[in-house]
């Protein structure tokens, strides 16, 4: 059937939190009312990318994008657009008065300096239906290397490609193939990691509900590149969408044969199962990964042997994450050359950004490599909110660093971070403005890490307990004299003698804050004061004498009694009693108590 | 509404199928875990007692693994599960002081359960919804761009649908 016209409605986990499902039922209702449901289609797609502004759907073919659509817009997007032909300018995107609806959204900051090779097809295609891949170029890049290619020539395009890992590390993946193609057994695997635990990020799971037959496809390419006939998805159980439509993809690319025996008619067979994670952050190491996978608890292995050698099952393994895998088919079907061509000299392609807190377009977005910092934030991001100055930016989650304002014009590429303290880490990046406490952001990450540490080793397991304890003397008030030299030598320790990549990297949070604030430690310790106002037990509430109308409300909610005063006056507030409930902050009418 | 017992009965017999179903694929507890947490809401040493036996691995090994990840709960969860966000986007935005006031209304930490079952309180890891940070899930619903005054009008709406619902259970009856 043809219709004549298409609306795309943004099913990522972002927008149907902000309830587009029932966008979409309206919709339905309002069009059979209309006696127009065949002649409109609604397609749910995955993440359009921003989020800040969702729920978004587009109209094709006008191809207008409009945004922060609520149920009760769609009659009125119904009865004019749809029916009418007239765009509802108050609701588009960007430019209310482009001529040319299409182009509404490309002065949006936030999309023009994008560019989509991993979400290629988020918010393009129903991800639910293999054909609408198929017809985006699927399975063309699986068919290409399984007909035409040797698996050394799959492997030799990867490795000319310049594409390194997207989990965080970056390590080079044509290398990592080739490692796991060499080795001679009866039996190979190839696994995803889709365990995307970093606090902040969900780049693989918008890529899994948006685009999953891209790392179904890529995972296929894989197996016959390195001989494995049998692949493993491990995907966090908190991402039920992203489960169920893997599921789908999967049962989808069995029926085709796309997977299954003699795909493509040829000798090489490939199945794919889904493994759900049981929230473990430590399952997102690659050996702990495949030791969940076996069924077990999920602590890291030694490595060497590395799961090219000894993997799952003490057979070689070949382990990518999402995104790296998401890249692979475009790689093989525009070539190497093309793919190198983006980036810098040494990161190659684009990278994923889940950017969030304190910025006006949190989303997610795909930048060229080498793209600055300064891009991302006042250009894509659009900036801080409230007028607020921007502070640091924190990539790399609980292995990573914060980025500070002196550092804004540096070009993102993995090199780069790592050489000032911080690393690409798999894409979170959360903002932060001048209220944000970098003590605190330190203690909150090291409160992960403790949390989160799986206790096999013991300087993880002690070590960053032990960092956690001084910090949080640190934030109450209590920090002495030498604290900031116990963390520094506590961290090398820990980074020199943990098992894992995720302990090696725990003390990073604290060891790039303190390199770029450290001025912000001495005054927890010295001055036993919290510059960003955040670490209430180095806060005084204190009334302004000017404001301070003297009805003494705040005296008499007061639980301790701390604060005296007469009527008509402006009252104070004894500090010593003072226990900082901040009742009567709350309790003043006249905005007259403030902490500082 | 009263138990007789014959549901007991029928989750036994689920669980059997659940566990037959996995028996021969290679690192099936996890899989066989999250389906029985699934029945059971939660994972009794008597259900792992039933796992360790049906896939012929020590008990010890089964609660090895269920205590190692937090997914799995030795407790009994309340009807409505309430996850505060803790992740980063989240607690730079908030997302604290939220869990904070939700211990204070429902006098619970994380992990618990309130006396009439009602609501649990877990903190939880990013659910990726960052756009609407800070956020909470109660059940399958995520509320988001919270504030702390949110908090009390939220929790009562659920107080009164339960209400509602034991009103209406009461007028059948009558």
């Known amino acids: ?596 | 509404m009263s138990c007789t017992g014959c549901c007991a009965d029928n989750k036994l017999k689920e669980l059997e199928k659940i566990i037959e179903k996995y028996k021969d694929i290679r690192g099936a507890l996890i899989p066989v875990l999250h389906e029985a947490q699934e029945l059971y809401g939660y994972l009794p040493l008597s259900v792992q007692k039933k796992i360790a036996e049906g896939l012929n691995i020590p008990l010890s090994e089964v609660y090895g693994v269920v205590t190692f990840y937090t997914q799995f709960s030795l407790n009994p969860k309340g009807k409505y599960k309430i996850s505060v966000c803790l992740g980063t986007a989240c607690y730079v935005k908030g997302a604290g002081e939220i869990y904070d006031k939700i211990s204070e209304i429902l006098n619970i930490k994380s992990g618990e359960c309130t006396p009439d079952g009602l609501f649990s309180l877990d903190a939880c890891r990013c659910i990726g919804a960052c756009g609407l940070a800070p956020v909470i899930t109660i059940n399958e619903d995520v509320h988001g761009r919270l504030t702390v005054d949110d908090v009390p009008g939220i929790i009562q709406k659920y107080i009164d649908k339960e209400k509602e619902a034991k009103d209406q259970e009461k007028l059948v009856e009558a």
């Open chain 1, 1 to 596: 059937m043809i219709y004549r016209s298409h609306v795309l409605v943004c099913n990522g986990t972002g927008c149907v939190s902000s309830k587009s499902p029932d966008l979409m039922a309206k919709m339905e209702e309002l069009l059979v009312a209309n006696g127009i449901e065949n002649e409109v289609k609604i397609i749910k797609t995955g993440c359009f990318g921003l989020c800040e502004k969702g729920p978004i759907l587009v109209i094709y073919p006008e191809g207008a994008t409009y945004c922060n659509v609520s149920v009760d817009d769609i009659e009125e997007i119904v009865n004019e657009h749809l029916v009418k032909g007239r765009i509802v300018k108050r609701l588009l995107l960007g430019d209310k008065e482009a001529e040319d609806v299409s182009k509404s959204r490309d002065n949006v900051g936030f999309f023009a300096k994008q560019k989509r090779i991993a979400l290629r097809n988020c918010g393009v295609i129903n991800p639910e239906n293999i054909e609408e891949y198929i017809a985006h170029d699927g399975y063309l890049a699986l068919a290409k290397a399984v007909t035409e290619m040797t698996p050394a020539e799959v492997i030799a395009e990867i490795t000319k490609s310049g594409l390194r890992g997207r989990g965080g590390a970056g390590f080079p993946v044509g290398r990592k193939w080739q490692f796991a193609a060499q080795e001679v057994s009866d039996q190979k695997y190839v696994c995803c990691n889709a365990d995307e635990g970093d606090p902040g990020a969900f780049m693989d799971r918008s890529i899994l509900e948006g685009d999953p037959h891209s790392v179904i496809e890529a995972m296929a390419i894989a197996g016959y590149a390195i001989g494995a006939n049998q692949g493993y998805i491990y995907v966090r159980a908190e991402y039920p969408i992203a489960v169920e439509r893997l599921n789908i993809a999967i049962k989808q690319a069995h029926e085709y044969g796309l997977l299954g025996k003699n795909i493509f008619n040829t000798d090489f067979s490939f199945n794919l199962e889904l493994r759900l994670g049981a929230g473990a952050f430590v399952c997102g190491e690659e050996t702990a990964l495949m030791t969940s996978i076996e069924g077990n608890r999920g602590e890291p292995r030694t490595r060497p042997p590395f799961p090219a050698v000894k993997g799952l099952w003490g057979k070689p393994t070949l382990l990518n994450n999402v995104e790296t895998y998401a890249n692979i088919p475009v790689i093989l079907l525009k070539g190497a050359d093309w793919f190198s061509s983006i980036g810098t000299e040494k990161s190659k392609g684009t990278k994923v950004f889940a950017i969030g807190g304190k910025i006006h377009n949190t989303g997610l977005v795909e930048i060229p490599m080498g793209t600055t910092l300064r891009e991302v934030v006042y250009d894509i991001g659009g900036g801080i909110p409230n007028g607020k100055k921007f502070k640091a930016a924190q990539t790399g989650g609980p292995s990573g660093g914060c980025i500070p304002a002196d550092h804004l014009d540096i070009p993102i590429d993995y090199d780069n971070l790592l050489e000032i303290g911080s690393m690409m880490g798999s894409g979170g990046m959360i903002i932060m403005d001048e209220d944000t406490c970098m003590v605190d952001i330190a203690k909150f990450f090291l409160e992960f890490t403790v949390d989160e540490s799986c206790g096999k080793c013991p300087p993880c397991r002690i070590g960053t307990k032990r960092m956690l304890e001084i910090l949080d003397r640190i934030t109450q008030g209590k920090g002495e004299e030498g604290d900031i030299e116990k963390l520094e030598a506590l961290a090398e320790s820990i980074n020199k003698g943990a098992l894992c990549g995720l302990g090696q990297t725990a003390p990073n949070p604290v060891l790039s804050t303190l390199k770029f604030f450290r001025d912000e430690y001495e005054a927890h310790v010295k001055d036993k004061k919290c510059p960003a106002g955040v670490c209430t037990a180095l806060l005084n509430y204190v009334i302004i004498a000017d404001k301070c109308k003297g009805c003494s409300l705040c005296a008499r909610k007061c639980p301790v009694n701390a604060i005296s005063g007469e009527v008509k006056k402006p009252y104070v507030i004894d500090q010593d009693k003072c226990i900082k409930c901040g009742v009567c902050m709350e309790s003043c009418k006249f905005a007259a108590i403030e902490k500082k």
